[in-house]
C-alpha cells in the first residue's frame, strides 16, 4: 500500500460520521389551537374544513356553559375562523353531506335531548330549520354516518338512557325513517359504512354517563339483505378490560375505523386502535400523546383530527388540536 492511499483511508475515515439510526417517527402532531375550550363538541368535515359546533366552554369550575358557536379551521392555511352561530348544546349530531353541513339533534344543558335539525346553506350562509328527528327519538351522541343522499344516527343518548334505535335520513324526500335496533344500547359509539353500504358500530357506553363501557362491535347489511339485522363482528375489549371504552375520536384512515383515546372507567385514555371491516380485526397503533376524552374526530385528507376534548374525567375542557396521520410512517 502506497503512503499517500494509506494517508487518503485514514482522513476518509476521519472525515465520517458514524452510522446513526433515523430518528423516532410519529403519526400525532399538534395543530393551531382552537380559538376557544371545546368539550362535547360537534366535530364534522366539511371539504379541506374541520368544523366545531357548540359543546362546553367552560369547566366545571367555571360553570360549565355551552355555546352556540361554530368555529371552522381551513385545513390547507391553518387558520381558524368562524360560521354562523347554532344551537347551545353538546354531543351535537354533526355532519356534512357535499357542501350542505347538517345537525340533526343534540343535547342541551341537564342533558335534555333534542331532535331540532338544521342545514347550513353553503350560499348565504344561514341555518334553516328541516325535518326534525321523529317525537320520542330526540338524541345526540350518536354514531353519524353519511352516504349520498343520506345520513345515519346510530344509537345515542336520549335525557335518561342510552339507546339501541337507529336513524336513516334521506335528504331528497327529507324524512326519517327507522333502521333495525342495535343488539343492545349505546351511546358515544364509533361508526363507519363500508362501499357496499354495510354500517358498523363499535364501543360506546350503556349508559348516559361513562360507567358503562362496552366494547362489542356489530355490522348491519346493506338493504336488500334477508333478513336484515346487526350481526356481532370481533370485539374491541371484552368487558371489563381496560381499554374498552366509548366517546373516542373517530373516523376512517386508509379505509379502517380508527378510535383514538376515549373514556372507560371513568379516565380519559390514550390507546388508539384501528378495525379493518373486511378481515374483521382490531390493531393496536401509537398512542396519542395525551389522554383525550370527549371530542369525536374528523378525517380530512388522510388525517383525522381530534379537537378540543378533556384530559381527564373532571370536565375541564382543553383547546389543543391533534393529528394522526398514519402516512408519516409508511415504509418505515
Do not use: K
Amino acid at each position: 500500500m502506497s503512503r499517500s492511499f494509506a494517508l487518503a483511508l485514514i482522513a476518509g475515515a476521519a472525515c465520517s460520521s458514524p452510522a446513526r439510526p433515523d430518528a423516532a417517527v410519529s403519526v400525532w402532531s399538534l395543530g393551531p389551537a382552537l380559538p376557544r375550550r371545546a368539550l362535547e363538541p360537534g366535530v364534522a368535515a366539511l371539504g379541506l374544513d374541520l368544523v366545531v359546533a357548540g359543546g362546553f366552554d367552560t369547566g366545571a369550575a367555571e360553570g360549565l356553559d355551552i355555546t352556540p358557536r361554530v368555529d371552522v379551521l381551513d385545513t390547507a392555511a391553518g387558520t381558524w375562523g368562524a360560521l354562523p352561530d347554532a344551537v347551545p348544546w353538546t354531543s351535537i349530531n354533526l355532519t356534512a353531506v357535499g357542501d350542505t353541513l347538517y345537525i340533526a339533534g343534540g343535547l342541551a344543558a341537564q342533558h335534555v335531548a333534542h331532535g331540532e335539525a338544521f342545514a347550513l346553506d353553503p350560499t348565504d350562509r344561514a341555518w334553516r330549520a328541516i325535518a326534525a328527528l321523529p317525537a320520542g327519538d330526540e338524541r345526540g351522541a350518536s354514531g353519524v354516518v353519511t352516504a349520498t343522499g343520506r345520513i345515519y344516527l346510530l344509537g345515542g343518548a336520549s335525557s335518561t338512557a342510552a339507546l339501541a334505535s337507529c336513524l336513516e335520513y334521506d335528504l331528497v324526500t327529507q324524512t326519517w325513517s327507522h333502521l333495525p335496533d342495535l343488539p343492545a344500547p349505546r351511546a358515544h359509539p364509533a361508526a363507519m359504512r363500508r362501499a357496499d353500504g354495510t354500517l358498523i358500530v363499535a364501543g360506546g357506553f350503556a349508559s348516559v354517563d361513562a360507567s358503562e363501557p362496552r366494547g362489542e362491535v356489530w355490522a348491519l347489511p346493506p338493504p336488500g339483505a334477508v333478513p336484515r339485522a346487526w350481526q356481532p363482528r370481533a370485539p374491541m375489549h371484552r368487558p371489563g378490560e381496560p381499554d374498552t371504552r366509548g366517546d373516542c375520536a373517530y373516523g376512517v384512515v386508509l379505509g379502517q375505523l380508527v378510535c383514538a383515546g376515549g373514556e372507560g372507567g371513568l379516565a380519559a385514555r390514550r390507546v388508539v386502535e384501528s378495525y379493518d371491516p373486511y378481515l374483521d380485526a382490531w390493531t393496536a397503533r401509537e398512542p396519542m400523546p395525551v389522554d383525550r376524552a370527549g371530542t369525536p374526530g374528523a378525517v380530512i385528507g388522510g388525517r383525522l383530527f381530534i379537537p378540543g376534548g378533556a384530559a381527564t374525567a373532571t370536565l375541564d375542557p382543553t383547546s389543543t388540536l391533534y393529528h394522526y396521520t398514519p402516512l408519516y410512517t409508511a415504509g418505515r
